[in-house]
């Protein structure tokens, strides 16, 4: 019913900066979170970034002042743009969506999951 993509994931030196996008289509009647999370080989995954659909926005004390994390809920985009990229950085980010599906059930939230996009960052 519901499709998250990834996109902007790529090879970058270290202080380079790169653009993620995360687009959720299909059945979709409101949007209530989208979020960043990433994953480095041998760890968890963990939170990133989280951008809810009364505006508030939270980051992990990692990326903070670095990553900046918006929406624009017409299109049911979010993006993560990261600067100043460190080798730490290096992960496949996800992207998490919770949404409502129709309008009679919109306090019923599901959550999608894309199929992440890698980032590397050298050194």
């Known amino acids: 019913q519901v499709q998250v993509v990834e996109s902007g994931g790529g090879l970058v030196h270290a202080g380079g900066s790169l653009r993620l996008s995360c687009a959720a289509s299909g059945t979709i009647f409101s949007i209530n979170a989208m979020r960043w999370y990433r994953q480095a080989p041998g760890k968890g995954r963990e939170l990133v970034a989280a951008i809810r659909s009364g505006g508030s926005i939270e980051y992990a004390d990692s990326v903070k002042g670095r990553f900046t994390i918006s929406r624009d809920n017409a299109k049911n985009t979010a993006y993560l743009q990261m600067n100043s990229l460190k080798p730490e950085d290096t992960a496949v980010y996800y992207c998490?969506?919770?949404?409502?599906?129709?309008?009679?059930?919109?306090?019923?939230?599901?959550?999608?999951w894309g199929q992440g996009t890698q980032v590397t960052v050298s050194s």
């Open positions: 998490n969506t919770e949404l409502a599906h129709t309008e009679s059930s919109r306090y019923q939230m599901y959550s999608y």
